[in-house]
């Protein structure tokens, strides 16, 4: 059974930094791309970034672009989200979840339950 | 504002066949496949329709996906009280290299 647990979310002050960790289990985590979907209240999906099987590609929205640092470690089978200079507009639910296959421009077919993320004076 | 262009709401009465389009553009669903989720109050999505046609394993057949150029759709007959939720699309753009999903769908069971 996939399973994708996240952790790292909390309240943070804007411009301030949070790391997101995916310990994923259940399935070949080094052979799947990785990514991150975010939901702000009230809101629809968002896909935030994703991650190549083996790290060589990464993808990210533009809104997080340059501020967001996709990453992953294949002999934890974790995927992480470093989130830097963070706004107000950055406060949602964020899921990891399991792309379908190796390259990070598919979709993805699992998810995780999601940790919320706060940024807020 | 979504590239993906969905209906906001849609509904139906028990037992109903119902549709939710979906609308992008040649660097969108006219160039790669359309993922279908299904999100419902308190859960985490879960992927209905793959590939723009493809079921997972336990998704009932009752629903299914069909795309044609750069659009595509989900359909759901025989509408249960507990379709009801949020629906969204997703592809893979080309021209943004990102993933796009659709505002969503509310989906209301009569």
């Known amino acids: 059974e996939v399973q994708l647990l996240e952790s790292g979310g909390g309240l943070v002050q804007p411009g301030g930094s949070l790391r997101l960790s995916c310990a994923a289990s259940g399935f070949s985590f080094g052979s799947y791309a990785m990514g991150w979907v975010r939901q702000a209240p009230g809101k629809g999906l968002q896909w935030v970034s994703s991650?190549?099987?083996?790290?060589?590609?990464?993808y990210y929205a533009d809104s997080v672009k340059g501020r967001f640092t996709i990453s992953r470690d294949n002999s934890k089978n974790t995927v992480y989200l470093r989130m830097n200079a963070l706004r107000v507009e950055d406060t949602a639910f964020y899921y990891c979840?399991?792309?379908?296959?190796?390259?990070?421009?598919?979709?993805?077919?699992?998810w995780g339950q999601g940790t919320l993320v706060t940024v807020s004076s | 504002q979504s590239v993906l262009t969905q209906p906001p709401s849609a509904s139906g009465t028990p037992g109903q066949r119902v549709t939710i389009s979906c609308t992008g553009s040649s660097s969108s669903i006219g160039s790669n496949y359309v993922y279908w989720y299904q999100h419902l109050p308190g859960t985490a999505p879960k992927l209905l329709i793959s590939?723009?046609?493809q079921r997972p394993s336990g998704v009932p057949d009752r629903f299914s996906g069909s795309k044609s150029g750069t659009s595509a759709s989900l359909a759901i007959s025989g509408l249960r009280s507990e379709d009801e939720g949020n629906y969204y699309c997703a592809a893979w753009d080309d021209s943004l290299r990102g993933m796009s999903f659709g505002g969503g769908t509310k989906l209301t069971v009569l």
């Open positions: 590939r723009s046609n």
């Open positions: 991650i190549s099987s083996n790290s060589g590609n990464t």
């Open positions: 979840v399991k792309v379908e296959s190796s390259g990070g421009w598919y979709g993805c077919d699992f």
